[in-house]
C-alpha cells in the first residue's frame, strides 16, 4: 500500500529536550515536505526536499533542521523545542515538486513542548 | 511570493443543498490547484485539482472552477451528504516553485 509514514503520532516534551519526526514514503517519490497546521493558519511549509541531499526552506524553517540521505526518509529534527512548535505536523511526498503533482500527506505527529 | 485567500472560514448548510468554498491567489503566474479535504483528526487528503488551462473540472459531486482573469477559483460540491463535514483547504503552486501555498481552511458542516 501507497503511504507516508510519520512517527511518533502524539509526543509530549520539555523545552530544550532534542527531539526528531520520521517521515518515510514508500512510493519512491523524488519530492518530500513537512508542514505545520496550527488553527486559523492553514498549512505552512517548515522544509522541503527536491530529492536526495536536496533541501531547503519553506516559509516557516526557524528552530528546525532536516535532512534527506534516502530517498524514503526525510525526518525533521527540533535541536532545542520551545512552546512556540507545539502543533500538529504533517510530512508530505509527491511524485516531483514542481509543474504540479499531488501531494500525499502523512497521518501527523501532534507535538506538545512543555 | 504567492499568498492564498480562502473564504469563508466557516459554512453550514442543509443536507442535499449545494456548498461553495472560494479561494483568492495573488500570482497570476500560478498554475496549479488543489483542494484538499481533512476530516476529524485526519490528513489532508486531495479530492479534485485543478490546472490553470483549464476552466472547470468534475469528478461526481465535487467540481472546481477557474477565473484566472480575477485570480480565483471556486470549490463546489453539489446534493452534500453528512459525510462531506469536514475542514477543506485550496492551494495554489507557481511554476517551478517547489511548495504549495495553502489557505487557511474552511470547516463545512453538513446539518441533517
Known amino acids: 500500500e501507497a503511504q507516508v509514514t510519520q512517527n511518533p503520532r502524539y509526543l509530549i516534551t520539555v523545552t530544550g529536550k532534542k527531539l526528531t519526526v520520521t517521515c518515510s514514503q514508500n512510493m519512491n517519490h523524488e519530492y518530500m515536505s513537512w508542514y505545520r497546521q496550527d488553527p486559523g493558519l492553514g498549512l505552512r511549509q517548515i522544509y522541503y526536499s527536491m530529492n536526495v541531499e536536496v533541501t531547503d526552506k519553506g516559509d516557516v524553517p526557524e528552530g528546525y533542521k532536516v535532512s534527506r540521505k534516502e530517498k524514503r526518509n526525510f525526518p525533521l529534527i527540533l535541536e532545542s523545542p520551545s512552546p512556540n512548535q507545539t502543533s500538529l505536523y504533517f510530512c508530505?511526498?509527491?511524485?516531483?515538486?514542481?509543474?504540479?503533482?499531488?501531494?500525499?500527506f502523512g497521518d501527523g505527529t501532534r507535538l506538545s513542548i512543555l | 511570493g504567492e499568498n492564498v485567500e480562502q473564504h469563508p472560514s466557516t459554512l453550514s448548510v442543509q443536507e442535499g443543498d449545494s456548498a461553495v468554498i472560494k479561494c483568492t491567489y495573488s500570482d497570476s503566474a500560478s498554475n496549479y490547484f488543489p483542494w484538499y479535504k481533512q476530516e476529524l483528526g485526519k490528513r489532508p487528503q486531495l479530492i479534485i485539482d485543478i490546472r490553470s488551462n483549464v476552466g472547470e473540472k468534475k469528478d461526481q459531486r465535487i467540481a472546481v472552477t477557474l477565473n484566472k482573469t480575477a485570480k480565483h477559483f471556486s470549490l463546489h460540491i453539489t446534493e452534500t451528504q453528512p459525510e462531506d463535514s469536514a475542514v477543506y483547504f485550496c492551494a495554489a503552486r507557481l511554476p517551478g516553485a517547489q511548495k504549495l501555498v495553502f489557505g487557511q481552511g474552511t470547516r463545512l458542516t453538513i446539518n441533517p
Open positions: 508530505a511526498s509527491s511524485l516531483e515538486g514542481s509543474g504540479g503533482s499531488p501531494q500525499h
